[in-house]
């Protein structure tokens, strides 16, 4: 029903009197069932509104990267874009990869967006990619489990640590204050190291690994004091359960698993399967004595890019500003790619409360916490793949904690290479 509310305001700010079409335009992009419909009405209303015709080309998430890469190799690829924010510096390392969208600075109104989400999407000094919105990973807590432990949600490593026992004591060994697998888990690896050095493992100003073996090494053994305090389910426990996706757990459904790191974007997708009764709160970022950073991993969640090739870039140009910061596309996209990034967007939005307030209080979470600077390659498959395999391995007590970090630089330094080839 808000759906349907947030289209009708969407068409009536357009232009309905059938304006010539200037241009035609084509836009791809990724995404479930209501991001694909609230897209081509959002297209159809900026499409009216400023003369234009635009043919959408939508797909789910799995292979949408090939189909890119296959379409820019080609240069057949579509006037306006969604990309995923790590591919950025894949396809335009040089930054003339996309168009620079500082050239239609008097289309696009940029000052909606702020210093770093302008430098978010910004390779080699042209402004290559748009950011929708901003996400960022937050600690998130099932009140209701923590509450029949009798214990107070943590803001601390050490609180998460001690209330392992007090879980299993009061609840049952089958209840756990956290969970951490796979990307998870190597995220937490990641935070807990960022903490501690005040550095991200990947320098971003440098592209050169910014921690040596031996602080990454204290960064996988911590995954293993989660494992012994009784804080999370053991790697081989949740695999031999299937390892199935978090939100399909049935542990974390009923409240059995009582915490979780995850994107604040995700709210609805963790929360939605909880059975009645249970309630989430987001409690930030958990400290720890001595850290040099609360480590905030901070991203734009995906771009809106402009062809480098489009025979159309001024017309493209209107088409983005009007998705992005005008009534009639924003009204129609709605939080369908999370809390829109653009100030005019998220305040138009909020007007007409069709952002949920948890949405809200997670976004500011994300945006007034400190950390430093995420680099793209830090979500490069490659670098995701090394990280969590050995992590496994470690896990599975098939290497120690120094033979992991080892591999994981090696792996990691073998792909930003690619940079300077």
Known sequence: MKTRRLLAIALATTALTGPAMAEELRMSWWGGD???????????????AHGHTISPEF????????????????????????????????????????????QYSDIIDLSNWSEAQIADGTMNGALNGLSVSTTGR????????????????????????????????????????????????SLIVTLYGTQRTGRPLIDPATNEIAWSQEELAEAIEFYQTLVDNHVIEGWQDRAAAGGIPLHENPEWTDGRIAGTYQWDSTYFKIADPLEEGQELVYAGILSQDGQQTPGIYRKASMVFSISANSEHPEAAAEILNCLLNEEAGVMALGATRGVPASDAARGMLLEAEAIEPIQITAQSQVLEADGPAIHSFMEHPDVRGAMEENLELFAYG???AATAAEEMIYAIEEVLSEIDS
Request: glycine share 10%; with cysteine; proline share 5%.
């Open 34 to 48: 209501s991001r694909h419909e609230a897209t081509q009405a959002a297209l159809m209303a900026c499409g009216e």
């Open 59 to 102: 797909t789910g998430w799995d292979g949408h990267f090939e189909r890119l890469t296959t379409q820019i190799a080609g240069g057949t690829e579509a006037d306006i874009m969604q990309v995923n924010w790590p591919w950025l510096p894949i396809y335009s390392p040089d930054g003339s990869g996309f168009a620079d969208l500082n």
């Open 138 to 185: 937050l600690f998130v807590f099932n009140a209701t489990t923590w509450d029949a432990a009798g214990l107070e949600i943590p803001t601390t490593w050490d609180e998460l640590i001690a209330a392992g026992p007090i879980f299993a004591e009061t609840l049952g060994e089958d209840y756990y204050p956290f969970e951490a697998m796979g990307l998870d888990a």
């Open 398 to 400: 098939e290497i120690d």
